[in-house]
């Protein structure tokens, strides 16, 4: 069965420093997607990227990296400079195979990024 | 950008009450989806559904849950008769397909609170 694991539960940095958030998960479909959310404290899920699995470069949007490692099934996500409003919980997920009807995703269990000015 | 609409927001009830919760999918979305997240934890599964039946269901989704669509625009979840533990925010999804890659949108949620 598909899991996703972010092992960190809560981190906590001062404004201007880097920040990265590990993603770790099992799958063994060939074919699979992985997605970063955000969710502030309003409660709602902000969709930051969707990746598949045949894609391995890594991606960059403008303070946000992600870091896709398909050998080590980690798909890894980087901020660059925090700012106060990067505070949220962020969610790591995983796409159910294909070939199971309407996909489903498996999410992690979050990680609490806050962020001190 | 199209959107996943939920109503209400914020949702109070006494246990033992029904609740409705309601969801308007992106208009040419095919395929919907119920999630659950209990207060600090994770996003679960709860059921899909497309040309009007259930797909999939979590063990979660017991017969207490029930889906609808009763009108071709919304998609509600129903729950008979709420325990405390219902509490949770819910949030409903929509696909065009069955595959992610053209595209999954989560609704903002609705707060369930059982008293």
């Known amino acids: 069965a598909q899991k996703v694991t972010q092992a960190q539960t809560e981190i906590s940095v001062v404004e201007k420093e880097d920040v990265t958030l590990d993603c770790v998960y099992e799958t063994r479909d060939t074919t699979y997607y992985l997605f970063w959310y955000k969710q502030p404290p309003s409660g709602e899920l902000v969709f930051l990227i969707r990746?598949?699995?045949?894609?391995?470069q890594n991606e960059i949007s403008g303070r946000y990296s992600w870091n896709f490692q398909k050998s080590t099934s980690s798909f890894n996500f980087t901020i660059t400079a925090s700012q106060v409003v990067d505070s949220a919980v962020y969610f790591c997920?995983?796409?159910?195979?294909?070939?199971?009807?309407?996909?489903?995703?498996?999410f992690g269990q979050g990680t609490r990024l806050t962020i001190n000015p | 950008e199209p959107e996943v609409t939920q109503t209400p927001s914020h949702q109070v009830t006494q246990m033992g009450q029904e609740v409705i919760l309601r969801c308007v999918p992106i208009s040419n979305h095919l395929y919907f989806y119920w999630y659950r997240q209990i207060l600090g934890q994770k996003v679960e599964f709860l059921v899909s559904f497309y040309n009007n039946e259930i797909s999939e269901k979590s063990e979660i989704f017991d017969d207490q849950f029930s889906v609808e669509r009763p009108d071709g625009s919304n998609f509600t979840l129903k729950i008979r008769s709420t325990k405390l533990e219902d509490s949770a925010m819910y949030f409903c999804?929509?696909?065009?397909?069955?595959?992610?890659?053209?595209?999954?949108?989560f609704g903002s949620g609705t707060r369930l609170t059982v008293v």
């Open positions: 999804a929509s696909s065009h397909s069955n595959r992610v890659r053209y595209g999954y949108t």
């Open positions: 997920a995983l796409s159910e195979p294909e070939i199971q009807g309407a996909q489903k995703l498996v």
């Open positions: 990746r598949n699995s045949f894609d391995e």
